[in-house]
C-alpha cells in the first residue's frame, strides 16, 4: 500500500481537461510545499513534470499545472493530447523518516 | 545534453550481490547528488538510496538498510549501488536520477533508461 493516494485511473477525451489527485497526511502533502508530479510511458523512465507543488520544469508544457488545498494535491493537464496518455506518480516530501520522500501508487490516464 | 547511463543489472540468485554503476555526463557531476530509485514490475516508484555531491551525506530506505551501499566516483563522473544479501522483493528496474535542488526532496529531473534486476533461483 502507497503512502500517498491516487486514484487508479481516469481518462479523458482530446482537448478535455482532467485533474489527478493525490492525498496524504500532514506529515507529508499537507504539511511541506515539496510536492511533485512525475510522467512515465511504458517501457520508459519517469519524467518530472512539476515540483514544488506548482512549478514547471523547463520544457515541460504549460497544459501541466500543479496545486494543492490541505494534504491533497492535484495535477491538471489541459487540452488533453493523445500523447499525455501515460502513468502519472505523485510524490512528496516526508517528515516521518529519513527518505527520500513518498510516492503515490500512480494514475493510468487514457485518452479517449 | 545530460545522459545517465545505468549499467550492470541481471538475474541474481537470492542472497547473491550485484554493483549497478550509473555513468554521467553533459553536467558537473561532481556538483550534485543522486539518487537510486526503483520500480518493481508493474508497480510504482520507490527510492532506494541518495548520496551527496561530495559523498558527506547517504541516506538509505528502510528496505535496503544494512544490505545496500551507495558510493560515487566524481573524477569518473559515476555513481554505483553495492547490492548484497538480495532478495525476491529486490526485483525491479533500477534508475539513477539526479537531484534538481536538495537531498531528501524527490524532484529529480534526469533520470537514465534503469537496468533491470531480477532476483530468482
Known amino acids: 500500500q502507497s503512502a500517498l493516494t491516487q486514484p487508479a485511473s481516469v481518462s479523458g477525451s482530446p482537448g478535455q481537461s482532467i485533474t489527478i489527485s493525490c492525498t496524504g497526511t500532514?506529515?507529508?502533502?499537507?504539511?511541506?510545499?515539496?510536492v511533485s508530479w512525475y510522467q512515465q510511458h511504458p517501457g520508459k523512465a519517469p519524467k518530472l513534470m512539476i515540483y514544488?507543488?506548482?512549478n514547471r520544469p523547463s520544457g515541460v508544457s504549460n497544459r501541466f499545472s500543479g496545486s494543492k488545498s490541505g494534504n491533497t494535491a492535484s495535477l491538471t493537464i489541459s487540452g488533453l493530447q493523445a500523447e499525455d496518455e501515460a502513468d502519472y506518480y505523485c510524490?512528496?516530501?516526508?517528515?516521518?523518516?529519513?527518505?527520500?520522500?513518498?510516492f503515490g501508487g500512480g494514475t493510468k490516464l487514457t485518452v479517449l | 545534453e545530460v545522459q545517465l547511463v545505468e549499467s550492470g543489472g541481471g538475474l541474481v540468485k537470492p542472497g547473491g550481490s550485484l554493483r549497478l554503476s550509473c555513468a554521467a555526463s553533459?553536467?558537473?557531476?561532481?556538483?550534485?547528488?543522486m539518487n537510486w530509485v526503483r520500480q518493481a514490475p508493474g508497480k510504482g516508484l520507490e527510492w532506494v538510496s541518495s548520496?551527496?555531491?561530495?559523498?558527506?551525506?547517504?541516506y538509505y530506505a528502510d528496505s535496503v538498510k544494512g544490505r545496500f551501499t551507495i558510493s560515487r566516483d566524481n573524477a569518473k563522473n559515476s555513481l554505483y549501488l553495492q547490492m548484497n544479501s538480495l532478495r525476491a522483493e529486490d526485483t525491479a528496474v533500477y534508475y539513477c536520477?539526479?537531484?534538481?535542488?536538495?537531498?531528501?526532496?524527490?524532484?529529480?529531473?534526469?533520470w537514465g533508461q534503469g537496468t533491470l534486476v531480477t532476483v530468482s533461483s
Open positions: 536520477a539526479r537531484d534538481l535542488k536538495y537531498q531528501l526532496l524527490p524532484d529529480w529531473d534526469y
Open positions: 553533459g553536467f558537473t557531476f561532481s556538483s550534485y547528488s
Open positions: 548520496i551527496s555531491s561530495s559523498s558527506s551525506y547517504i
Open positions: 514544488d507543488v506548482s
Open positions: 510524490s512528496s516530501y516526508t517528515s516521518s523518516s529519513t527518505s527520500g520522500g513518498v
Open positions: 500532514s506529515s507529508d502533502v499537507g504539511g511541506y510545499n515539496y
